[in-house]
């Protein structure tokens, strides 16, 4: 199960878990992109299934989450990956955009997980993988809100790997550098110029360069990652 499967990172999580035969469901709160991308995971000859939610609403996701469960049999891999970033410097921050922020990259992992836990810890396996950021380590100006959000995703990681490891389950975070996204169009000239700077490989990466990682800590060769990070950052942060 992708979260914010419709598009970018989601997407091609997605299609490299079809890939190795795996049945997939995702979340987006745009229906026609999960639609898609559902019609992209049938194409590779497993089951793919759409569901239109917004992953901040405790409704919502709860019903998508079951629903898939039903369709799926059972939900073995949870990757809470959806996600949305605006620049706002914080003398200018509104409390509904900070709470927007909260609820959309943070508060979602806690919800999207409660859901699936009991299944995992029932049949003692499961792998709950959350998309952080590497502006969790680092920070980053006018990001106050989403870099806040995303070192909490780490807190979340470490704090829940602890209570579930007894029950088989792993739960990691991938923090990846600037990707190639829509996402990544946000920000000003100057913002991504000195972004570029920065950064030791020179460029932005592509969503191929992270989502295999995401198979490896699903796999039996990743068994013994659990409360860890991933940096694929470029060398952004070294750590
Ligand atoms: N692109 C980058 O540079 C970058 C770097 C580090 C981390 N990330 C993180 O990776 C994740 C994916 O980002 P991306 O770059 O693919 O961006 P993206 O904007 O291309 O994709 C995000 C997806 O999440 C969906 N989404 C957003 N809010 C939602 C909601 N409330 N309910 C349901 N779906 C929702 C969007 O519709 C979209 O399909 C995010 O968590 C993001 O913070 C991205």
Redesign the pocket.
């Known amino acids: 199960m992708v ?8 997407r091609g999580i997605a299609l490299v878990f079809a890939k190795e035969g795996a049945d997939v469901a995702v ?4 229906t026609e ?1 999960a639609e898609q991308v559902a019609g992209e995971i049938q194409a590779l000859g497993v089951r793919g299934f759409a569901h239109s ?4 609403n405790e409704t919502s996701i709860t019903k998508a989450l079951t629903d898939a469960e039903q369709q799926l049999g059972q939900i073995d891999v949870l990757m809470n ?5 605006t620049h706002v410097a914080l003398v200018d921050m509104s409390v509904e955009t900070w709470d927007e922020m909260i609820a ?2 943070l508060r ?1 992992v806690f919800l999207g997980t409660r859901v699936v836990l009991p299944g995992m810890m029932k049949r003692r396996w499961g792998r709950i993988v959350s ?5 969790a380590h680092k920070g980053g100006r006018q990001l106050t809100h ?1 870099a806040a959000a ?1 070192a909490g995703v780490l807190g979340f990681t470490r704090s829940l790997a602890y209570e579930v490891a007894a029950y088989n389950i792993t739960v990691n975070a991938i ?5 190639n ?4 169009k946000i920000g000003s000239a100057e913002w991504k110029a000195q972004k570029l700077q920065e950064l030791p490989l020179g460029r ?1 990466g592509n ?1 191929e360069e992270v989502a295999p990682t995401l198979v490896l800590i699903a796999s039996d060769e990743g068994s013994y990652y659990t409360g860890a990070s991933f940096n694929m950052n470029g060398g952004d942060v070294m750590i």
């Open positions: 979260t914010g499967g419709g598009r970018g990172i989601g979340i987006d709160r745009i992109n939610a917004d992953v901040s990956n959806a996600g949305i970033n959309v990259n979602s998309t952080s950021s590497q502006l989403y995303k923090c990846p550098g600037p990707i996204t829509a996402m990544s932005y969503v």
